[in-house]
């Protein structure tokens, strides 16, 4: 079970930071994502980090602006979200992907929603202009 919380209203410029803990699962073994939908869009990718959390993926739209962690010791990954633009606008969502879904580097395909197997509630950040 994933829990997403940190979401927020937040002018242009400003930021935020998402956090989602797991619970019921061995959090070290899963690569994390985070992705969102924007109100009449598809869900996209943000971002995602290996299970070691020393690698990291992002999508350009957030790349040098959001950055992603995790803490296996308490099961939570975070995004922080610094200079905000309202095209930021969506509902956030945090999913946890088997580190086997994603080859032998653990990473193959990482920005793919497939490859996620459980899905946070989602949080909502709105970037007022």
């Known amino acids: 079970q994933l829990q997403a919380s940190g979401g927020g209203l937040v002018q242009a410029g400003g930021s935020l930071r998402l956090s989602c803990e797991a619970s019921?699962?061995?959090?070290?073994?899963?690569?994390m994502g985070w992705f969102r939908q924007a109100p009449g869009k598809e869900r996209e990718f943000v971002a995602a980090?290996?299970?070691?959390?020393?690698?990291?993926y992002y999508a350009d739209s957030v790349k040098g602006r959001f950055t992603i962690s995790r803490d296996n010791a308490k099961n939570t990954v975070y995004l922080q979200l610094n200079s905000l633009k309202p095209e930021d606008t969506a509902v956030y969502y945090c999913?946890?992907?088997?580190?086997?879904?994603?080859?032998?580097?653990?990473?193959?395909?990482?920005?793919?929603?497939?490859?996620?197997?459980?899905w946070g509630q989602g949080t909502l950040v709105t970037v007022s202009s």
């Open positions: 019921g699962r061995t959090f070290s073994s899963y690569v």
């Open positions: 980090i290996s299970v070691s959390g020393i690698n990291k």
């Open positions: 999913a946890a992907a088997p580190r086997a879904h994603l080859g032998y580097t653990g990473t193959i395909d990482i920005d793919y929603q497939g490859k996620y197997d459980s």
